[in-house]
């Protein structure tokens, strides 16, 4: 489909700096940032999704990638207050959801009702909260491990583990190391939010800096631990603000490539500060998905979160250069439906996300964590109808 794609893009009168784009991506060369801008202010759908769909097929062809895992989220008290946080609770006037803090015994009792399942990953996040520090999640995860030996954990965005070292009194590389010695594996990519200082300053001006978030990514990477890289888009940033986003990122992965997967998020309305911000369309949604594929040349995997986004635009995401979807987790994950996503109870059996994945004729792929293949469901749950894309 790919070829076909292309040339009717290029065949339509395209403005010089659009096609001259195109060429780049067609040879394998990198885009600039004031290129990336130019995609964002020029590029229709069509043209950067078909760019996008060409760098996802020569990347990976038809393979996408899911992985069985569950949530833990310890607790929602929060002691910092990003305006578009619907989940945190602290400084935050009663809403209809209340705080909640798990002890250790239910966050095992948790997991141990995972046992004999086929769950791959856990993923460990939460609110900041001031008494729940580096030694306690710690031993944690030790306990976890003790457990579920098998099971890969992926714990604590940037925000929580700044905040951590800091009260323990431990550097970034000691407190990731202790970490990493009880056996946490990777870090996820929440916390980046927008890097750009300003906006920053306007939406979560509390939490650790854009530079604190990409040190502490950066040293994990170093001791061996991989980690993702999220963007909260779609608020008050500018077009500039998202490519320089993606651009830091770019820069560190040049560095240290121990990026896996690049997730954007779009930013949600409901029950937060900023509620009054309106939230842009499935068409800004796919067009940032396809340019971040494009932008994002040295990061393996574009993955999109179907429980903020919905089933049918992480389906249809599929064309634009997304190819990993998260996951085939149970309702154990709040962030999102607090924040006013459709998923409320965001739970998709394997079936389901197989033939969501096989309805638009890709290559269903259960992974782990460091993207081995676990199972290729290709002849499993047949669809009545595989459209072609
Ligand atoms: O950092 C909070 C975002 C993130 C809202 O690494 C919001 O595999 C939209 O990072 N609208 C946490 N987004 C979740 C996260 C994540 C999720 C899934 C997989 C992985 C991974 C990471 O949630 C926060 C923030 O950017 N968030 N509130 C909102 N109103
Ligand atoms: Fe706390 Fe994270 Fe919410 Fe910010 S986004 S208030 S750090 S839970």
Redesign the pocket.
Known sequence: MTAPQIELVLSKDLDQDLRKIADKVIAGERITFDEGVILYKKGELAFVGALANFIRERKHGDNTYFNKNFHVEPT?I?????K??A??KLLREKTEYDAWELSEEQIIEKVKSYEGTAVTEVHIV???HPKMGLHYFANLIKKIKEIRPDIHVKAF?A?ELEYMCRKAKVSYREGLQILKDHGQNSLPG??AEIFAEAIREEI?KD?CTSDEWLEIHQTAHEIGMPSNATMLYGHIESFEDRVDHMNRLRELQDKTGGFNTFIPLKYRNGNNQMSHVEEVSVIEDLRNYAIARIYMDNFPHLKAYWPMIGRDTAQISLSYGVNDIDGTIDDTTKIYSMAGAEEQNPAMTTEQLVKLIKQVNRKPLERDSIYNIVKDYTNEFETKEASPY
């Open positions: 929602n929060c002691v910092f207050d990003c578009f946080c989940y945190s939460g609110g900041v965005t925000v929440g916390g979560c939490k």
